[in-house]
């Protein structure tokens, strides 16, 4: 039974890019949350999806997107990227929109040079 | 403004002494999660709290959720170095289906 998996591990971009950010939920899962955790802090919720729409987004620029795919998939997309946005990139499976346990994967770590 | 303040930043603590830290929030909130990150790695799920003065023991852990709903603890007995790592809590608002996380309190325990 595959855990959370997301891809990929590691990435770095310069200033002005865009990157693309993939996460498969855990199965049987069908919520997908994302969260910015920058050096040393908590996560940051930036949104959740489920049934292929945002339900819920967090103080995140319109900068970031995202988008969940009938198998429950998601990606996450960050446009004009600057240095700030240099963190680890969490993304976390559940079931349903109550306030369920949330598996979390390994995270992309992502470099803004 | 960050909506779960989370104490202290770091903690120090020799194999076999105990280890607490504290969760607040300045609004009542549904329910509270605690999770533990190892160095380089992911939060991972230790426990969940929903009732008004909750109190769940996992072997060396003991978790309180506050009368009031506002303030949670996690209390380590006698720590080992396996319990190195930071722990977080996050907790809910009612009406809003997202944690706020706490800034964590990185646990270093020395042999």
């Known amino acids: 039974d595959a855990g959370v998996t997301q891809s990929p591990t590691h990435l770095i971009k310069t200033r002005g890019q865009q990157v693309t950010l993939r996460c498969s939920p855990k199965?049987?899962?069908?919520?997908v949350s994302w969260y910015q955790q920058a050096l040393g802090q908590g996560p940051q919720f930036i949104f959740q999806?489920?049934?292929?729409?945002?339900?819920q987004r967090g103080n995140f620029p319109d900068r970031f997107s995202g988008h969940q795919f009938p198998n429950y998939s998601s990606e996450l997309n960050v446009n004009a990227l600057l240095l700030g946005d240099s963190a680890l990139y969490l993304c976390?499976?559940?079931?349903?929109?109550?306030?369920?346990?949330?598996?979390f994967g390994a995270g992309t770590r992502l470099s803004v040079l | 403004g960050q909506q779960v303040m989370q104490i202290p930043q770091y903690q120090h603590v020799q194999e076999g002494e105990d280890f607490t830290t504290y969760c607040n929030s300045s609004?009542?909130?549904?329910?509270i999660q605690w999770y533990k990150q190892r160095p380089g790695g992911h939060p991972v799920f230790l426990i969940q709290?929903?009732?008004?003065?909750e109190v769940k023991k996992q072997k060396r852990l003991t978790f309180q959720f506050g009368e009031a709903k506002k303030n949670s603890s996690l209390h380590i007995t006698a720590t080992q170095t396996t319990d190195v790592g930071t722990y977080f809590c996050?907790?809910?608002?009612?009406?809003?289906?997202?944690?706020?996380f706490g800034s964590g309190t990185k646990l270093n325990v020395k042999p």
């Open positions: 976390a499976s559940s079931v349903g929109l109550a306030k369920n346990i949330q598996y």
């Open positions: 709290l929903v009732k008004s003065g």
């Open positions: 996050a907790g809910a608002l009612y009406n809003f289906n997202k944690f706020y």
């Open positions: 999806y489920y049934e292929e729409e945002e339900r």
């Open positions: 199965s049987g899962h069908d919520t």
């Open positions: 609004t009542t909130l549904s329910n």
